[in-house]
């Protein structure tokens, strides 16, 4: 996956991390190292997170050098910055449950055991699988959007059930927002923000029916239900907002849906008794984290066994 993303981005041919497979647990070395917090004795306490640091600035700064990427005139100025994915995927038993529809996402190639994951229909074919990687990504995101107000701002609370109330945002203030106030908001997202629910995004989709429009109770429970999912629509940020929304959320979301696809039609994963894969306790986020991660001391063990006819199938 690490080749695979990062020949995406850089390409095949000139890919450092293609070119020397090192890279690779350099760069998961330097993951598992990075510090929750930074210090000036950082490069003493962190020496092996430094050292596979340096090994991939190295390898970025010779392949923008060469121009690979700009124009040689222009490799001087470009900004050398590791472009990481990072995402992190709850499995449990409903994700495996849609199988079946996964299968109109897929064509088969004549080329013996291959078949071919088609990104643009899984969003259409498997609204399971999509709601699933939506969720998940509301619980994980852990990450904190910065903005600069550029003009005298007054914020009013526009709920029912509570008092209005104002608020000055002045000229030139810093805002910083965590995105785990807005995805974990129970007035937003219900009782059980805090939980895993699948069908959370099945069920806050707009839509205005002309038959129940008719109807004055169904009308106001379908306006109400609009509402929400535009609350929410709003409330949800996981890939930041704004100018400085993530550049790469499609690329992301696609590698995410497809490996997921792939998972889910070739292997059957179960925990390791047999039964559904339980929901792990989320773990200390270090400094540099966008989402959060298992705790260590989380039972991950899981049996993945390949299913009935794709054995050699990637």
């Not at 210090?39 to 700064?61: C, G, I, P, Q, W």
Request: glycine share 6%.
């Amino acid at each position: 996956m690490t080749i695979t993303t990062t020949s995406s981005l850089l390409g095949k041919e000139n890919n450092p991390w293609n070119k020397d497979p090192s890279l690779v647990r350099s760069y998961w070395a330097f993951e598992a190292g990075d510090p929750p917090g930074r210090t000036f004795l950082l490069d003493v306490t962190y020496r092996n997170s430094k050292k596979s640091h340096d090994a991939m600035v190295d390898a970025l700064e010779a392949y923008f050098a060469a121009g690979y990427d700009t124009p040689r005139d222009k490799s001087n100025n470009s900004y050398v910055a590791p472009l990481t994915i990072d995402t992190a995927a709850i499995q449990r038993q409903y994700g495996f449950t849609a199988r079946d529809s996964h299968k109109d996402a897929l064509k088969e190639d004549r080329r013996p055991q291959t078949a071919l994951v088609y990104a643009d229909k899984i969003e259409s074919s498997c609204p399971l699988l999509l709601s699933v990687l939506r969720e998940t990504q509301r619980l994980v995101a852990i990450g904190t959007l910065h903005s600069r107000v550029v003009e005298d701002t007054v914020v009013s609370a526009d709920r029912s059930d509570v008092q209005t109330q104002s608020c000055l945002l002045k000229k030139g203030t810093s805002i910083l927002l965590p995105v785990t106030n807005a995805h974990r908001d129970p007035v937003i997202w219900g009782p059980t923000a805090n939980e895993f629910d699948a069908n959370r995004s099945l069920g806050t989709q707009p839509h205005l029916c002309e038959a129940t429009m008719k109807d004055k109770s169904s009308r106001k429970r379908v306006e109400e239900e609009n509402d929400l999912a535009r609350l929410r629509k709003a409330a949800y940020f996981p890939f930041g907002g704004g100018k400085r929304l993530c550049l790469g959320r499609y690329f992301a979301t696609t590698e995410v849906l497809d490996t997921m696809a792939v998972l889910i039609l070739g292997y059957n994963i179960r925990a390791v008794d047999g039964g559904p894969i339980k929901q792990p306790m989320f773990g200390l986020s270090k400094m540099t984290a966008a989402t959060a991660r298992p705790h260590p001391d989380a039972d991950m063990k899981v049996q993945i066994e390949r299913r009935g006819g794709w054995e050699k199938v990637i």
